[in-house]
């Protein structure tokens, strides 16, 4: 009898990482019956990211809070940043650092007329060019907009790391299978935001859900200008940048 994927996860012991409230919701999206849940209604969700650019000082506490939260393997990274480095109006050719990934800080080494840091992460895009090359559907998409890798399933085939236009996605050394940001789905489950908008001490990362009426992000998009990586990709990025400078690539 051909096992489901609930039941292969069940075996694999992949629960013990969702406890409570965030296992319960992960059965039932795996089921098909996310709206069904007790404890996390996922329909009501639509989760997305804010990130202001300006409050960001490249102190790499993000990075390394969401190395220890996800155990990343020393070397690879969900999320980094990038340092920017622009010469008067020369937006074209920016010189770009990201020692690390930014994971110990950046070296007070400022050039140019114009520097800044930009973080970076998955996008959790509505139409990832990620999950459409899966040949196995092992990337999916949950109900609430965050876009995962069922490790059971994955070949290693790194389709879907060549179809990343925002090079977030490595090949695990340790699993031999795709790992990228998850939005850190078994907290935000929980009520809980993600490790690196926690670790960060100037807010410039922000947990945001589209789906909720009372949640700031709405006002904050109304007032702001806020743009998202690579547009003419027409991914429907989730992650929205504030005032992104013209440089970045």
């Not at 919701?25 to 019956?33: I, Q, R, S």
């Not at 690196?196 to 904050?220: Q, W």
């Amino acid at each position: 009898m051909e096992m489901t994927r609930r039941e292969m996860l069940r075996k694999s012991g992949k629960f013990i990482l969702l406890t409570g409230a965030a296992a319960t919701a992960f059965e039932y999206v795996l089921a098909g019956k996310a709206e069904a849940s007790p404890n996390y209604e996922i329909t009501k969700h639509w989760w997305a990211m804010i990130i202001d650019v300006d409050k960001c000082i490249g102190c790499g506490n993000c990075v390394r809070a969401c190395s220890e939260e996800n155990d990343v393997p020393e070397g690879y990274f969900r999320t980094w940043i990038e340092r920017y480095h622009v010469e008067g109006w020369d937006n074209a050719h920016p010189e770009v650092d990201s020692p690390n990934g930014g994971f110990d800080g950046f070296p007070d080494n400022h050039k140019g007329e114009k520097s800044f840091f930009i973080p970076k992460l998955c996008n959790h895009c509505a139409d990832s060019p990620c999950t459409q090359v899966c040949p196995v559907g092992a990337t999916f998409t949950t109900p609430d907009g965050v876009v995962l890798v069922d490790e059971k399933y994955c070949l290693g085939c790194r389709y879907c790391i060549q179809a990343c236009p925002y090079g977030c996605r490595f090949l695990n050394p340790k699993k031999n299978t795709a790992d990228k940001c998850t939005l850190c789905y078994h907290r935000i489950t929980q009520g809980l935001t993600t490790a690196c908008c926690e670790a960060c001490p100037t807010s410039a990362r922000v947990l945001a859900d589209l789906k909720n009426p009372k949640d700031p992000v709405h006002e904050f998009l109304r007032t702001h200008s806020v743009q998202v990586l690579k547009p003419h990709m027409a991914t429907g990025a989730k992650v929205f940048y504030k005032d992104l400078d013209g440089a970045v690539r």
